[in-house]
């Protein structure tokens, strides 16, 4: 164009070797870039702006463009630095500095990991979920043993129902025979676990292990889970303990049972609680009823407080 000014759409075509559909795409980009204008003496036709101009004004746009995007990448910059420090925040408890909140199934187990590996005293904790996953024990064994072997103390509490599921129980004897201590109750608080009395690991939400866990250090909160655990512990029974060493009139699961029916639990949640699965706990409840001669579940309740099994 700079070369023939008057040269129409198919002149150009011919030159270049391009269809004219080409060269009108192009004259649009030219246009787009304002390197070329409107003729002024002939209407419908297009003129090449001096190079001398149209270029510096393109790259005066360009320079422009480029400071814009600069600042966009700045503020984009400052924003990614607030969201950083946002996270670091909510990492670390909303501003405490005593609660570390964990969000995901990866972020806890690599604290558990940390935690673990720098113990120096004692592990409690409590496990109230009765049968585990194999991932759950697999990724266990490899920690409890390393603890283990450094002589730290263990003590782990366990719903009394995984004598159901072999390979928890068969996970429980052997934490045994490593030197652990392993207590079963027939109902536990939820989980829990604590190193050397400084920090401890709890849920977010009991009911869903999907919500995350918190790591607390304040010293009066863990000394309260402390005090909780020992209260328990004292309470339980040693891993395999013979039925003929207990002396009650009912078994602990069955106690349990009985008080949880007594303080108006359904099903599901007193099967969650015990660690059994719904059946399990209605045949439990079918049994002890049939034992204490009721017709109903409010009869049995009424005969169970009256023999003192429940409060």
């Known amino acids: 164009m700079l070369k023939d000014p008057e040269a129409d759409v198919e002149q150009v075509a011919d030159r270049l070797g391009l269809d004219a559909l080409e060269i009108r795409d192009s004259l649009d980009e030219l246009g787009r870039l304002l390197l070329i204008r409107p003729s002024w003496e002939t209407p419908g036709e297009v ?57 995901t199934i990866d972020s806890i187990r690599l604290k558990i990991e940390a935690l673990a590996a720098k113990c120096s005293s004692e592990i409690l904790g409590f496990v109230p ?6 991932a759950n024990l697999a990724a266990s064994r490899p920690l409890d043993s390393a603890v283990l072997g450094r002589n730290v103390r263990m003590r782990t509490i366990y719903l009394q129902s995984i004598v159901n599921d072999r390979p928890t129980l068969d996970y429980a004897r052997w934490l045994v025979e490593s030197g652990a201590e392993v207590r079963t109750a027939a109902v536990l608080p939820p989980r829990m676990v604590i190193y050397d009395r400084k920090t401890a690991i709890v849920p977010l939400d009991p009911e869903t292990t999907r919500a995350g866990a918190m790591l607390l250090h304040t010293t ?42 007594a303080d108006g ?13 719904v059946r399990t706990s209605r045949r439990i409840t079918a049994k002890l009823t049939a034992q204490l001669g009721a017709k109903s579940r409010f009869q049995a309740g009424v005969l169970s407080s009256t023999r003192g099994w429940v409060q």
């Open 265 to 277: 639990h359904t099903d599901d949640t007193i099967a969650r609680k015990l660690g059994v699965s």
């Open 220 to 261: 009066g909160m863990v000394s309260a889970l402390c005090d909780l655990f020992d209260q328990v512990w004292k309470a339980s029974a040693p891993l395999d303990a013979e039925a003929a060493e207990q002396e009650e009139e009912l078994t602990a699961q069955e106690a349990a049972l009985l008080q949880l029916l």
């Open 47 to 103: 003129r090449a702006v001096d190079p001398e101009v149209g270029l510096a004004s393109l790259l005066d746009r360009q320079e422009a463009d480029l400071l814009r995007e600069q600042k966009r990448i700045s503020a984009n910059r400052s924003a990614l630095q607030q969201v950083i420090v946002e996270f670091q925040r909510t990492k670390q408890g909303w501003n405490d500095p005593d609660v570390e909140r964990l969000t």
């Open 129 to 134: 979920a009765g049968a585990q996953s194999e």
